[in-house]
T-cell receptor, first 115, second 119 residues
Framework: GENVEQHPSTLSVQEGDSAVIKCTYSDSASNYFPWYKQELGKRPQLIIDIRSNVGEKKDQRIAVTLNKTAKHFSLHITETQPEDSAVYFCAPQGAGGTSYGKLTFGQGTILTVHP | DTGVSQNPRHKITKRGQNVTFRCDPISEHNRLYWYRQTLGQGPEFLTYFQNEAQLEKSRLLSDRFSAERPKGSFSTLEIQRTEQGDSAMYLC?????????????????FGPGTRLTVL
């Protein structure tokens, strides 16, 4: 099965700084790479995703970059705000066979943005 | 609210009792997933359905767990003879029809979850 690791496990930044979270995965057949944000006591919510035929995608202050050769993808948040404080999960999805459709979540990164 | 809904939101039960949770997906979504999340961890896949067919079950899903989606709409997850280790948040997610081809993807929308506490 897919092995997923996220780094760092905790990240503390000052408001306005940038934050980067990296996710490595093992299944070379993975073809969909989402990032979810989960606030305390709430459901995971998709914030950005990228497909395997694209190297980078940006949505306002959030971007995701993908390196399929090295099997990792990263979440970039610029101009961080206190409301960005949450747990962030990567969840690569495999393709084909019985892994198709299943998301394998990383262990999460706790991001704290200090005002 | 047109999102994924789950009931109940909280369930407290005694060890050994049976519990059942319900998930109502977004109406046009044909795929439905169950995940389990314990404190400080990411969600772990349990099982998924395409319409009424259960296509995959995780090894985490012991024989005390059963899931159904009889008409391809809502789904239920039942845990028999609950144990304290079953205490967790049970999340349901749904996704729309997946296009075929190499660029297929599967954006999943999560419900609010059912928090189970086994005493």
């Amino acid at each position: 099965g897919e092995n997923v690791e996220q780094h760092p496990s905790t990240l503390s930044v000052q408001e306005g700084d940038s934050a980067v979270i990296k996710c490595t995965y093992s299944d070379s057949a993975s073809n969909y790479f989402p990032w979810y944000k989960q606030e305390l006591g709430k459901r995971p919510q998709l914030i950005i995703d990228i497909r395997s035929n694209v190297g980078e995608k940006k949505d306002q202050r959030i971007a995701v970059t993908l390196n399929k050769t090295a099997k990792h993808f990263s979440l970039h948040i610029t101009e961080t705000q206190p409301e960005d404080s949450a747990v962030y999960f990567c969840a690569p999805q495999g393709a084909g066979g019985t892994s198709y459709g299943k998301l394998t979540f990383g262990q999460g990164t706790i991001l704290t943005v200090h005002p | 609210d047109t999102g994924v809904s789950q009931n109940p939101r909280h369930k407290i039960t005694k060890r050994g009792q049976n519990v059942t949770f319900r998930c109502d997906p977004i109406s046009e979504h044909n795929r439905l997933y169950w995940y389990r999340q314990t404190l400080g961890q990411g969600p772990e896949f349990l099982t998924y359905f395409q319409n009424e067919a259960q296509l995959e079950k995780s090894r985490l899903l012991s024989d005390r767990f059963s899931a159904e989606r009889p008409k391809g709409s809502f789904s239920t997850l039942e845990i028999q003879r609950t144990e304290q280790g079953d205490s967790a948040m049970y999340l349901c997610a749904s996704s729309p029809q997946i296009p075929t081809g190499p660029s297929s993807y599967n954006e999943q929308f999560f419900g609010p979850g059912t928090r189970l506490t086994v005493l």
